[in-house]
């Protein structure tokens, strides 16, 4: 996808618009999305599962930006989400409830009823507590809630354990050995329907073993379903399918989905997936321009505008995201640490790079389209960045830079 980010006489381009003039005119730190990009990694998943019933639920978490949600809810998307808040701009966005499924372990009560007030397709049920509390809100509006449980399958994800999701020492889903007697529960509750079986191992997968062991304990217990009578609608496999941010080979959206139905071995019921990371990480990077060049007794640093509230990954996980210049110079090559102006030594966005820069020089940090925008704070009072969505030779302000004046708005004096 990054090829939608390409160089031309030695200026950076998104599709056809120069990203030099584009920070000049929106300034920075700024985050640039491809609807080129974003349509083609919809259109990948919508080619391999043709002639599969199927639904692809964009997770919103990776990025929730409304005109993002609003291009994959054009497509025929529909959605995951984890919130309240993510159903709200879902359908403020122009998504439809009947398409979105609701994960998460913690549910309020609050959320559940937004969700079956709008009608969504199937909460994805997280524990024994919340099918019983999902039961008695439903009863109590007078609706039967579409269900799947979600099941932790007990299987290695190999990623980074933050976001691994898919053990048993993690928090997530039913235990694989206690489904059947949920789902033998959830069948005796009357404002229930079971409609499907759901199952997420973690995120930034980039082989497609974990997958398919997943898929293959997951098809036991849907026999074991069918011969006590349950049968379900749709089988949610989850996200997870990995991007390259450096020199990682994760599988294409071709092959995964091709993994997935080798594994599911022809089953009829429809299949949904929730992928975040692969429709929009690479489809975005974010425009930083360089404040000082800093030469340190051991190091070199590059101190730019952007900082660890814009881009959260590189302290959180160790995440490493490729550095580029807008426009390819002539200055002297250094390695450099480059970090952000926060009063943190966690704040940095890359280690030891290679940079041919000088002060003031405009850069890409690379692949931010996931969990980027969408991880952001104001830490330090710094305002979120703006987004800015590039369609061809055109230019979408898509979110405005927040002022301070937005960051206090809500806090009160004491009387
Ligand atoms: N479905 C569920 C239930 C999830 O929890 C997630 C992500 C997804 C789908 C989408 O996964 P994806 O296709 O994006 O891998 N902040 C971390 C990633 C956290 C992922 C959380 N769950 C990061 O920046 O790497």
Redesign the pocket.
Known sequence: MKDYFYYQDRQFYAEQVSLTELAQNYGTPCHVYSRAALTDGYNQFAQALQGTEHLVCY?V??NPNLAILNIFARLGAGF?I?SGGELQRVLAAGGVAQKVVF??VGKTEAEMRLALQAGILCF?VESAAELERLNRVAGEMGKVAPISL?VNPDVDAKT?P??S?GLKQNKFGVAYGDALALYQRARDLPNLQITGIDC?I???LTELSPFVAAIEKILVLVDALAAAGIRLAHIDL?????IRYHDETPPSIAAYVAALQGALQGRTEKLLL?????LVGNAGLMLSRVEYLKHGEEKNFAILDCAMNDLM?PA??D?YHEILPLSQENHPLDTYEVVGPICETGDFIGHARELAIAPMSLLAVLSTG??GMS?SSNYNTRPRAAEVMVDGDAVHLVRERETIAQLYAAENLLC
């Open positions: 997770a978490k990776a995951d984890v994960s998460g994805n979600r980074h933050y976001i999701t997420h973690g995120s930034q989850g996200g997870g399918l990995g929730e992928p975040g990371r692969v990954r959180l996980y995440a996931a969990y991880m």
